[in-house]
């Protein structure tokens, strides 16, 4: 046995080791769990902030490779993920959700609900617990895009959530009849809101997406204020009209103290068959809001008719074409909004105490 090879030599090694999206290293982070050392084997769990980390296979290389170096003759690197807990949900609403992030635009048809719904999905195919509250009481159509026409039976007086593609989904407009229009309003709207979510069965979660309803009028500012929000995004078309909006959507949230994880351009271009890109909507719009606002500009998503099939047919495009350019900028967009929560979460916090399994 080398005697190099200690608790203390192997946390000194880690501490060489980068979270590259956090820019803290992985002892800092107390990241490191369940060290054990047996002889010249070593093995260890590394505990990322969120399962859409799409950087686990860089950090799990670059621990293993620290370890290795002080001379160990076997690493084990073990990726678990345990979602930072903002606090907000379970202070206001009593209910085990660590974070909930909600998809606001500045106006209508921008595809806001498209990317609530897609946002949501990739969230948990990387395994994470994910619920999703269709909020937009102007044109709830989560249940569509998702091919959910009803809930489960209520459970004694707790709404069950529905099940689609791993995550679980109530939108407020199939508590009404159809047709019925939803008058609710202002401080009416702030305490159904929340007893709504305290009636909702949704046991524990890691992310609550909300797609809200557009604007920055009464329903939406009423929602987004009566949510404990841990941060939101907002999606824009490129064009500058579109932006104006999304600006006075932006300023909402920031009024309200609620963090801006990023921006979305959608519709951004369409890639024809000949390889031409046709910038249909104009150009750079979203980068520009991003920048003017210093927020972060978290991706462009191409027109793409599977996305509007997708969300007709009731199968998000990121499940019926997962290959698709448009499902992997989905999915990149997930990992940075992840990520977002995760460097707000954890901003201030870098003096925890290791655990360590002997
Ligand atoms: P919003 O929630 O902002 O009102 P939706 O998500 O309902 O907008 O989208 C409006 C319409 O545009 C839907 O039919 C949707 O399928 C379609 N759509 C949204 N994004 C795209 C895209 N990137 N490519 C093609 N169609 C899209």
């Keep these: 046995m080398t005697d190099k090879l200690t608790q203390e030599s192997i946390l000194a090694a880690l501490s060489k080791v980068q979270e590259p999206e956090l820019h803290k290293d992985l002892v800092t982070l107390n990241m490191v769990r369940n060290l054990e050392i047996a002889g010249d084997n070593v093995s260890f769990t590394v505990m990322l902030t969120t399962p859409a980390c799409p950087l686990r296979g860089q950090i799990e290389k670059e621990a293993k490779q620290a370890v290795m170096a002080l001379g160990a003759k076997s690493v084990q690197v073990k990726l678990d993920s345990d979602v930072p807990n903002d606090g907000r949900m379970?202070?206001?609403?009593?209910m085990p959700i660590r974070?909930?992030?909600?998809v606001g635009s500045g106006k209508g048809g921008v595809g806001k609900s498209t990317v609530a719904v897609n946002l949501a999905v990739a969230l948990a195919q990387t395994g994470a617990r994910v619920g999703l509250l269709d909020a937009d009481i102007y044109g709830p159509n989560i249940p569509t895009m998702l091919g959910v026409e009803k809930l489960p039976p209520p459970n004694g007086n707790k709404l069950v959530p529905a099940q689609a593609y791993g995550l679980k989904m109530i939108s407020m407009g199939l508590l009404v009849k159809p047709g019925q229009p939803l008058i609710?309003?202002?401080?009416?709207?702030n305490s159904a809101i929340r007893q709504f979510?305290?009636?909702?069965?949704?046991?524990?979660?890691?992310?609550?997406?909300?797609?809200?309803p557009p604007g920055t009028g009464d329903a939406a500012l009423s929602l987004a204020q009566a949510l404990p929000l841990s941060g939101a995004v907002i999606v824009?078309?490129?064009?500058?009209?579109?932006?104006?909006?999304?600006?006075?959507?932006?300023?909402?949230?920031r009024a309200l103290e609620v963090p801006i994880l990023g921006v979305i351009e959608n519709m951004s271009f369409l890639d024809l068959p000949d390889g031409t890109r046709m910038d249909i909507f104009g150009s750079g719009g979203g980068?520009?809001?991003?920048?003017?606002?210093?927020t972060l500009f978290l991706g462009k998503i191409p027109i793409d008719q599977n996305v509007r099939i997708g969300g007709d047919s009731g199968?998000?495009?990121?499940v019926s074409n997962p290959d698709s350019p448009v499902a992997k900028v989905l999915t990149e967009i997930a990992q940075k909004v992840a990520a977002q929560i995760s460097i707000a979460?954890?901003?201030?916090?870098?003096e925890l105490p290791i655990n360590i399994v002997e």
Excluded: C, H
């Excluded at 980068?287 to 210093?294: F, P, R, V």
């Design 184 to 189: 609710w309003r202002g401080p009416m709207l």
């Design 197 to 212: 979510l305290g009636d909702v069965e949704w046991g524990e979660l890691d992310y609550l997406v909300v797609d809200l």
């Design 90 to 94: 379970r202070g206001l609403v009593n």
């Design 287 to 294: 980068e520009q809001l991003a920048q003017a606002t210093g």
């Design 315 to 318: 199968k998000p495009v990121i």
């Design 345 to 350: 979460a954890l901003g201030g916090k870098n």
């Design 99 to 102: 974070n909930a992030i909600a």
């Design 236 to 253: 824009t078309l490129p064009q500058l009209v579109s932006l104006e909006d999304a600006s006075r959507g932006l300023q909402m949230f």
